[in-house]
Every structure is written in C-alpha cells, then in structure tokens.
C-alpha cells in the first residue's frame, strides 16, 4: 500500500518513513529539502535496507503538485509534514509561514479530495496555549495563538475539518504533538537545527558536545514545583509509531467522524531542571546552565491527556525520558563524529 509522506527527509517525517518501512508499507517521499538533505534518504535506506522513492517537489508550487499527483494515482494515504515550524522566525515572517504551511495544506486537499484517501496533519499542543486543566484533554479549548506558526496550526486544523465536512470520502486526523526529543536508536537519523537551537533538548545536547558556552534555562519563577516550566517530552519513534496507528485506523475506516484529533504525547510532564537532571544521568555529562528571566510567549505547563490515543489508537508512549535524552546524546555525538 503507497504511503505519501511529504516532508518525509525531516526530522520527524524520517523517523515516521522508517516505521511505515518496517510496517511492510511502500513509501514515497516529497520534500523540498529547504531545512534537511538528500543524504537522509540514505540513512533511511541503511536503517531499513528498503530505498524509499524520492521526488524533490515543493508543495508550494501548485503546478509541480498537481503534476505530481496525475502521475501518482495509487496513493492510499498522506502524511503531510512539509511545513515551517520555528515560532520566532514566523513572528518576524509571517506571511512566509502563511505560504508554507497553508497554501500549501490548500493545494494538497485540493489534489485529493476527488479520491478516496486518508490524510494525517501535524498539528501541535500549542493549539491549547496555556489550558486550564491538566493534563489536557483534546477537548480543552483552543486558545488564541501566540505566534503565526501556532496559528498556523489552528487554521491548518480548521481547513481539514470544513473540508471533510463535504468530502465524505476524505478520512483525516489531526496529531497534536507534546514535545518531540530524541533520536533513532542506529544514530543514522535525528534532528539536526539549522544554526543556534531554539528548542531546548538539542540546545543541551549542543551545550554538552561543546558547541554552545552553556544553556539558559528561561525562568525558575513559575508557580511549579522547581520554577521551571513543564512540559512533556516524548521520543521521536514512539510520535512515529502514533502516526502508524492513526494511519491504520483511516485506513481501515474505523473512524467514528472523518475528522479526529488525538494528543500524542507521554502524559508525564517534566520541568527543564528535571530535564537537565535526567540528561546528566542518563549520559553521565554535567551541564553548563544558568537561569535567566522567562522567554516571551512561553506557557507554564503543558502536558497531556493521553487516553484518547491510548483507547481509540491503541497507542501509547514505550520510552522514558531518560532513554529519549539518552538517544538524542547518541545522535549528537554521531553527527559530530565524536
Ligand atoms: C515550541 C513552541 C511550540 C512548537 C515547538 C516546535 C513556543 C512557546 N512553543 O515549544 O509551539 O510546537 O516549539 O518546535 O515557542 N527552554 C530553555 N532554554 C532553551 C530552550 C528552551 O529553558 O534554550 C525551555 C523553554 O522555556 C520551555 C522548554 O524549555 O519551557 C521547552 O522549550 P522548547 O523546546 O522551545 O519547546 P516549547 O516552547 O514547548
């Protein structure tokens, strides 16, 4: 069975191409490689031994997607990851991430909605901004975003839904993910940020490989238990493997609407001293950090309501954090060569 996976040389596109690999699906890749590189088809091919095809196509060029869609006929589903996800860069750009991650959602359903497919969304916990209950429920309501890239999501989730709404035979999930970390466990593929990290996990690993002078912890004077924000932290290939299930139950139209939603995350939140902590134990380096006044436009805590995946996906989280800072050392020291 085909399985489209656009953005699929990503970080999180790549881990998902290896598990629908070892799930026996046949996968075929576009990405623009605006933010990875061709040699991660590579790796992914040394993980699996299974070449993925490739084509170099950017969804936001209308005209190649539709090309590309005339000659691929035999797709059965879409994972659609190909899109901006760095939230400073879309304060500063907005109309860029506009582009990128919404003409482009457009101009995929457009492609589709005259077949019978199943097409899974990133979407992100940012969705809920700081939600009032925790752990969050997908229920919980969606609170105004705080930067363009969040927006992004909330109106990427609202396109899906109006389109299944008239396109019966489109069957579709959205994955609010928590915090993606870690690593594949071959080392061959990971996350690899253009220049200065924004997101905390690689800034430490960075910060320990000897490449940052040291981490700053953004704030110890939240109302948690060690000041810290809270946030929850789960590995790439248990995210990975919430898209094989999500894509099962669409495939096999078990779905109860043609739109669902589903948190993906551990259920486990964990402050940023807690993360430094269980990075030092697991890799046995200790961490240059200092605390500094709070980052605009972070939340408190975060993290999720996990039932909703477990019960209807029949998924859940298998890594500690522990194992999931430990794999992303792994890739760190790889990438370096150390
Ligand atoms: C951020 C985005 C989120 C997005 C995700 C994707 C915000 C508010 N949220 O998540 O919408 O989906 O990235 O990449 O930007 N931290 C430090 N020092 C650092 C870096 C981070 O202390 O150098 C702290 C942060 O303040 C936060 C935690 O670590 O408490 C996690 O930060 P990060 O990895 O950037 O993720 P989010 O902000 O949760």
Redesign the pocket.
């Known amino acids: 069975m085909k399985i489209l996976v656009t953005g699929g040389l990503g970080y999180i596109g790549s881990h998902v191409v290896v598990e629908l690999q070892e799930q026996g699906y046949e996968v075929l890749i576009i990405d623009n490689l605006s933010n990875t590189s061709l040699n991660v088809l590579d790796k992914i091919t040394a993980i699996t031994t299974i070449p993925p095809v490739f084509e170099k196509v950017d969804v936001r060029d209308k005209e190649s997607l539709a090309t590309f869609f005339t000659k691929h006929t035999d797709i059965k589903g879409i994972i659609h990851f190909a899109a901006s ?3 400073g860069e879309s304060v500063e750009n907005p109309l860029l991430y506009y582009e990128n991650n919404i003409n482009a959602l457009v101009y995929m359903l457009q492609n589709i909605q005259d077949q019978e497919t199943s097409f899974i969304f990133s979407s ?3 969705v809920y901004g700081q939600a009032d209950e925790l752990p969050v429920t997908e229920n919980a309501p969606i609170q105004p975003a ?2 363009p ?2 927006n992004t999501k909330q109106i990427g989730e609202e396109i899906i839904r109006d389109t299944c709404k008239v396109t019966p035979h489109l069957n579709a999930i959205a994955l609010r ?1 928590f ?1 993606p970390i870690g690593a594949h466990k071959s080392a061959k593929i990971g996350e690899l940020p253009l220049g200065i ?5 690689p ?1 430490i690993t960075q910060t320990a490989i000897g490449l940052r002078e040291q ?5 110890n004077d939240y109302p948690t238990r060690d000041g ?2 809270v ?1 929850d932290y789960i590995h790439v290939v248990d995210l990975a493997k919430a898209h094989v299930a999500a894509l099962s139950r669409l495939i096999e139209k078990k779905g109860t609407e043609n739109f669902e939603v589903f948190n993906v995350g551990t259920g486990t939140g964990s402050t ?1 001293l807690e993360v430094i902590t269980a990075f030092e134990k697991a890799t046995g380096k200790p961490l240059n950090y200092k605390i500094v006044g709070r ?1 605009a ?3 408190v805590e ?1 993290y999720a309501q996990t039932d909703k995946a477990h019960q209807v996906l029949g998924w859940k989280s298998t890594y500690s954090l522990k194992e999931a800072l430990a794999s992303s050392w792994k890739w760190e020291q790889a990438v370096r060569g150390k």
């Open positions: 996800k760095a939230v992100s916990c940012t705080e930067s890239y969040g993910y915090n990290p924004q997101n905390l996990v800034y981490l700053s912890v953004y704030g810290t924000a946030r940023v980052r436009g972070d939340v975060a």
